[in-house]
């Protein structure tokens, strides 16, 4: 069987192959046929340099982590071949001290799609089909838009750095960044019944934090949040003037969840305030639970995703995609559809 593939084989080159699968399926997975997959910042990092976070590509990789799928062929799994299934992409070896501790985002055997960091690589989802363990994909309830589906695993990730700030309901929690992985905090967090404000340097993007369920919205430089005024702030924006920004308005005793990837830059980072203000800082990578939750929230129906979409390309457009996201004015996510 042949189907249409996009490859990132260097820098800046994104090409578009037929890749021939197997007829037979490897066992323990099933085949797919892409559904609608979605831009992550990762994915423009490798784009931008076949590299990410000092992970550099070996070889043309097919990227794309975040998809849902139509079973083509269930392989012999419990799956029917017509559904609908959301798309984990974390493969995990479910033996290991991590898995058996429920934390399969540190497990030492994880392989994950369209990254450098699984050697050998695994090709991600811009593809029009391919195979995948059966034990990663979720099916959903009729009726659920595989639009909203794919945005199954960023909005795990958001949830996870939620779930790392301990915030609880009626606490009050600030998101530095209002990119794609900020608004889908602001969503994880009113779902936990926290309210929730925002700050970043584009208006845009700050409005539609507050139309999807941000209490208030600072556009920085023009007003600024309270210091010493959150439960716990989310840095979604990797910028290190959002850190200090993080630092000045935690509370005291409060909590700073990383959940972007932050680079080391000239800015000074204050990072007595530390110290002085006994400040717990966490990171937060992936998810666990949280995927299961995600895709609770999104066949629940109760939040409306349709405002979190900022543009829709074929996969034969795919580097036009990553373009487009490249030049920084999308607000929300970038989906990658089959046609
Ligand atoms: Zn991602
Ligand atoms: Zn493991």
Redesign the pocket.
Known sequence: MTHFATVLSAAMTVETIDRNLTDAVPKGHVRLALATASL???DLHYYRHFSNAGFNMQRAVTLG??ACAYVVDANGSTLTAGKLVALNPIINCGTCENCSAGLENHCSNKKFPGSATTVPHIDGFFQAAFDFPATCCYPVPDGTNPEHLTFA??LA?SMHSVTMTGAKQGDRILITGCGPMGLLAVVAAKAKGIDVHVTDVRGGPVDLAVQIGASRGFVAGQHDPDNDSYDAVIEASGSPHAFNTALDTVKRRGKVSILSNIQLSDVPVNLHKIMLKEVAVTGSFQFNAEFKQALDLITSGQQEFEQLIAARFSLADTRAALDYMLAGKAAGKILIKPA
């Open positions: 992550c910042g990762t982590h975040e695993e960023p990730c």
